[in-house]
């Protein structure tokens, strides 16, 4: 990263709760995304991980407003985007686009590629005719496509082609943030390295900034320059990528880490498994206090009354754990 | 160790309106008793294919062609139906990807494990259900007594894998066959059922034909591993000898595709050009010709028969054969001039 970093995205007490049950049966609140805060600065990749259910892909599609915020601020750019109305989300959602996890759902498999790419030209009014034309054709190139593509229909293509179209339908508009959530997922081993390849191309050529929500922790950490731990819509730790798998501060960052599994039996022989007890708990009316703290070895009473806050523990390293200090001192 | 599953030049199709899938075109293996044997591919390798031929789960459109699967000494192919059945659940076990589907909703864990129990072995209800309350503590269940009374919709995705395993081990098979046990988990849960696959095959000395996309997942618990791609076996190795030093150009591909980044450095993942290839039309010669740097005229024409390498390891690649250029010298200039 550059010494100058300018941010782009700042979110600042995050909140997605969906309600559920009727009066009859009891209202319930899931508290999908509890409060989270972080930055995105300008022409890097954030990577979001955390396992299912912790709130990530909610976190992404609240960021560009594909549901409407609980509460909290979500400055792109300098404006908050929570507070926007329809008529000025159009313009912001140009600028902030999405990549999906699965290739065969995201395309609309009645329309040609064409028609998928040039849709979001023709909503916002930018290109028509030759100059459109030409533009997809552009488009169709730079994800590694071929011309004569352009007239065919998405259930001609393979998976990692398909989410080529989707990649090219993004790039359409110009984005300068691009939500990528588990786009690499769904497709094969030997797939997920060309996407992954050519994201950071286009990155490098266009100066995108990446939300990149995965699960996959290897794979973010290769594509990230930093990254936020989520647990149950709670951020538990964010810190350059390095840094955080060197020195992971928090437990459950320290556990889910040491789960992966690596490709080198030599390397695993040697390793250090810290697996966890138990699993994740239903995000309905959580308690307070740490989230993690009925799986978390360390807990202590202070866990499960107070919830941690993130802070500082060391540069460019936060983290939401009382007991921070305590557990690494060892280390 | 001995001989539990041999299984010889196994083909299995489809037969499709759009013409034959060839599914899987020449399995051969052995495993012995006690050993953990990863089959590892992506979609339409026909790693899930073989593995249902294998215990006679193929149904119409799909046939075995040809071959032969010795388990036990006993030949398992054309076996009468009953007789497949008994075998199937008793000597053999399967556990699948998403355990939702296999668990049957609309009754309890319990019975349904005591159900499977009950069909192989001769004990009356009440020792069958104890026993089934000792395998989800087995399998790490807490509070096993009350969870037997749960219906699968009561359990999590993790706890749904343990009552799927405890019913594969519950007659005691010989072999158990997981066909992606943890792909559709968490990594945290992921790594707690692998502990719990290979406790149990210490503890119970079962054989285990693990199926998997991911490299990880084979390091960390295999003993030996065989690579598909398009229907055929790509290399068969130990998984020292598969990591260490892989034969195939598609092994080697696969694991370049995987990112290996150690502190500060970016190496930039080298993925393989290209896209599987069709079942419907797959390429005359070696199924992945199309997309190996190190295409030959030879490769394009007819596929590779296996290399013996070492004693244990083989790969089906025509680099191998005595005409072709020397392979360490070959693959090392050739990656020497990539980097």
């Known amino acids: 990263m550059s010494e100058q970093r300018i941010p782009l995205l700042e979110v600042r007490n995050l909140k997605k709760h969906f309600i559920s049950g009727s009066k009859l049966t009891g209202r319930k609140v899931l508290a999908a995304v509890d409060g989270i805060d972080f930055v995105i600065y300008k022409g890097e990749t954030f990577g979001l991980v955390g396992e299912s ?59 040609t590629v064409t028609d998928i790419i040039s849709e979001g030209l023709e909503a916002n009014r930018m290109l028509s005719g030759e100059k459109e034309k030409t533009r997809i054709y552009e488009l169709l190139d730079l994800v590694g496509l071929k011309r004569e593509h352009a007239s065919r229909y998405p259930h001609e293509f393979s998976g990692g082609q398909r989410q080529r179209i989707g990649i090219a339908r993004t790039l359409a508009v110009e984005p300068e943030l691009i939500i990528c959530d588990e786009p690499i997922s769904a497709l094969d081993v030997s797939i997920q390295a060309q996407i992954v390849n050519m994201l950071e191309d286009l990155q490098t050529e266009f100066g995108l900034t990446y939300l990149f929500i995965a699960h996959d922790l290897s794979m973010v950490r290769h594509i990230s320059d930093r990254i936020g731990v989520m647990y149950l819509g709670k951020m538990m730790e964010v810190a350059d990528s390095d840094e955080l798998y060197i020195h992971p501060y928090h437990p459950y960052t320290q556990s889910l880490l040491s789960s992966i599994p690596v490709p080198d039996p030599r390397e695993n022989a040697k390793n250090k498994r810290i697996v966890l007890e138990g699993e994740i708990m239903s995000p309905i009316n959580p308690k307070p206090g740490c989230r993690f703290a009925p799986r978390c070895r360390y807990a202590k009473d202070v866990c499960r009354s107070e919830t941690p806050v993130l802070r500082e523990i060391s540069k460019d390293h936060t983290i939401a754990c009382h007991l921070a200090e305590e557990i690494n001192s060892g280390i | 160790m001995s001989i539990l599953l041999e299984v010889i030049n196994l083909h299995t199709s489809f037969f499709t309106h759009q013409g034959e899938v060839k599914a899987v075109r020449g399995l051969s293996f052995v495993l012995e008793h006690g050993e953990i044997l990863g089959i590892v591919g992506e979609s339409g390798s026909g790693k899930s294919v073989s593995s249902m031929s294998l215990i006679g789960l193929v149904d119409e459109p799909g046939k075995i062609i040809q071959g032969s699967v010795l388990f036990d000494g006993k030949e398992l192919v054309g076996l009468p139906k009953k007789e497949l059945e008994n075998i199937r659940g008793k000597e053999i076990s399967m556990i699948f990807q998403d355990p939702m589907t296999s668990l049957n909703p609309v009754f309890r864990i319990g019975s349904q494990i005591v159900e499977v129990i009950m069909r192989h072995t001769q004990i009356t209800r009440v020792d069958a259900e104890k026993k089934a309350v000792d395998l989800l503590e087995l399998v790490g269940i807490p509070e096993a007594k009350d969870r037997i009374k749960s219906y699968p919709h009561q359990f999590s995705g993790g706890m749904r894998q343990r009552a799927m395993i405890a019913m594969a081990i519950s007659c005691d098979p010989k072999l158990l066959i997981a066909d992606e046990p943890t792909t559709a988990l968490d990594v945290t849960i992921q790594a707690q059922i692998l502990e719990l696959m290979r ?141």
Not at chain 1, 65 to 93: C, H, M, Q, W
Not at chain 2, 306 to 326: R, V
């Open chain 2, 199 to 339: 406790d149990l095959n210490k503890k119970l000395n079962t054989s285990v034909i693990l199926i998997t996309h991911d490299l990880g997942v084979v390091a960390e618990t295999c003993d030996k591993v065989i690579v598909m791609y398009g229907g055929m076996v790509m290399e068969n190795a130990s998984v020292l000898e598969l990591f260490d030093n892989p034969q195939h150009p598609y092994t080697r591909g696969l694991m370049k595709s995987v990112p290996k980044d150690v502190s500060g450095t970016r190496t930039r993942l080298e993925p393989i050009a290209g896209t599987p290839p069709d079942l419907l039309k797959p390429p005359p010669g070696c199924p992945f010709s199309p997309r190996c740097p190190h295409t030959m005229e030879i490769c394009i024409q007819e596929a590779a028969p296996m290399f013996k390498i070492t004693d244990t390891q083989s790969a089906s690649c025509w680099l191998h054969h005595k005409k072709a250029p020397s392979v360490l010298n070959y693959i090392k200039t050739t990656e020497e001039v990539d980097s």
């Open chain 1, 53 to 111: 259910g912790c709130g990530k892909t909610t976190a992404g599609r609240t960021i560009c407003r594909l549901y409407n915020p609980t509460a909290g601020e979500i400055i792109f750019d300098g404006e908050d985007v929570a507070k926007l109305d329809e008529r000025k989300l159009k313009s912001f959602r140009k600028r902030v686009q999405m990549i999906f996890q699965d290739p065969y759902a995201s395309l609309n498999t009645r329309m």
